[in-house]
């Protein structure tokens, strides 16, 4: 394997034969936009829910329903990525 490594032709920064494969950004640009939206909604709806029964902040239950929100986001966006843009995860 790397012997592979050491032999294989590196493509030059401006060649444009591999950029079609690498592809864009865009994808993961929108997907962490929507996991960093996801997150300051969910802190809003607890934070505003709390406000509303005019209860103290539980900043406690903030952060762990915050920290489990943004760990399932992060997994069903490699599971999204995986699956649109495989070419990525190729060893």
């Known amino acids: 394997m790397i ?3 050491l032999t294989k ?7 444009t034969t591999t950029s079609a494969r690498r592809g864009s950004y865009s994808l993961q ?3 962490w936009v ?3 939206g996801a997150i300051v909604a969910l802190g809003y709806f607890f934070w505003h ?3 509303v029964a005019q209860r103290p902040v539980n900043t ?3 952060v762990i329903h915050c920290t489990v929100a943004g760990l399932i986001g992060l997994v069903v966006m ?4 995986m699956r649109l843009e495989p ?3 190729v060893d």
């Open 78 to 81: 490699t599971v999204i990525e």
């Open 3 to 5: 012997w592979r490594f």
């Open 9 to 15: 032709r590196h493509a030059e920064p401006w060649d």
């Open 87 to 89: 070419w990525r995860f």
């Open 49 to 51: 829910a709390d406000h």
């Open 60 to 62: 406690l239950g903030l």
């Open 34 to 36: 929507l996991w960093t």
């Open 29 to 31: 640009v929108v997907l």
